[in-house]
T-cell receptor, first 115, second 113 residues
Framework: KAGVTQTPRYLIKTRGQQVTLSCSPISGHRSVSWYQQTPGQGLQFLFE???????NKGNFPGRFSGRQFSNSRSEMNVSTLELGDSALYLC??????????????FGQGTRLTVV | GNSVTQMEGPVTLSEEAFLTINCTYTATGYPSLFWYVQYPGEGLQLLLKATKADDKGSNKGFEATYRKETTSFHLEKGSVQVSDSAVYFCALVPRGATNKLIFGTGTLLAVQP
């Protein structure tokens, strides 16, 4: 069974640009979450999508957005990039068992560097 | 609010030593608890989980018990190997919050031969 696939693995962007990251969940998983990992802030929750609807949102500015397609694939977009957006962005897909009994499977991440 | 506190690293051990990584949590209600491991250059892998009080999660020789009285979920392994060197994250999902993991800061484990 294929795991969570994130593309691209590495990205270098310039301040002010925008970027789109992609995540293909494990087949059958309908919940997709995104996390930002930085040395200073650790792992922080960005947002979660389930059946094409955003169900949860973390404390990030509106420059960070996402969406989910009918096949459960998800994209996240960051507009007007800042140096502080440099991070490892992780996607996780879940088979939600009983509402909260989540078992999240992570992709390898996309390493974004903003210069 | 909901939060996870992990012991500071790095933790440096010799091969075959006993490992404990402390994790305590603050949450409303009874969250689900998890340990994830991250190897260099990789994403996170679920190591073990527990969804209710007194549950013991175990995998690959690692164990952790959900202690409601002490709000703890300490990770233990009886005999570590060099291949266990990684960063370990304790995490919780608040009851009713669906798929929203709240992570601790992570603990770097370095096992020396």
């Amino acid at each position: 069974k294929a795991g969570v696939t994130q593309t691209p693995r590495y990205l270098i962007k310039t301040r002010g640009q925008q970027v789109t990251l992609s995540c293909s969940p494990i087949s059958g998983h309908r919940s997709v979450s995104w996390y930002q990992q930085t040395p200073g802030q650790g792992l922080q929750f960005l947002f979660e999508y389930f059946s094409e609807t955003q169900r949860n949102k973390g404390n990030f500015p509106g420059r960070f957005s996402g969406r989910q397609f009918s096949n459960s694939r998800s994209e996240m977009n960051v507009s007007t990039l800042e140096l502080g957006d440099s991070a490892l962005y992780l996607c996780a897909s879940s088979l939600v068992l009983q509402g909260w009994e989540t078992e999240a499977f992570f992709g390898q991440g996309t390493r974004l560097t903003v210069v | 609010g909901n939060s996870v506190t992990q012991m500071e690293g790095p933790v440096t051990l010799s091969e075959e030593a006993f490992l404990t990584i402390n994790c305590t949590y603050t949450a409303t209600g009874y969250p689900s608890l998890f340990w994830y491991v991250q190897y260099p250059g990789e994403g996170l892998q679920l190591l073990l989980k527990a969804t209710k009080a007194d549950d013991k999660g175990s995998n690959k020789g690692f164990e952790a018990t959900y202690r409601k009285e002490t709000t703890s979920f300490h990770l233990e392994k009886g005999s570590v190997q060099v291949s266990d060197s990684a960063v370990y994250f304790c995490a919780l999902v608040p009851r009713g919050a669906t798929n929203k993991l709240i992570f601790g800061t992570g603990t770097l484990l370095a096992v020396q031969p």
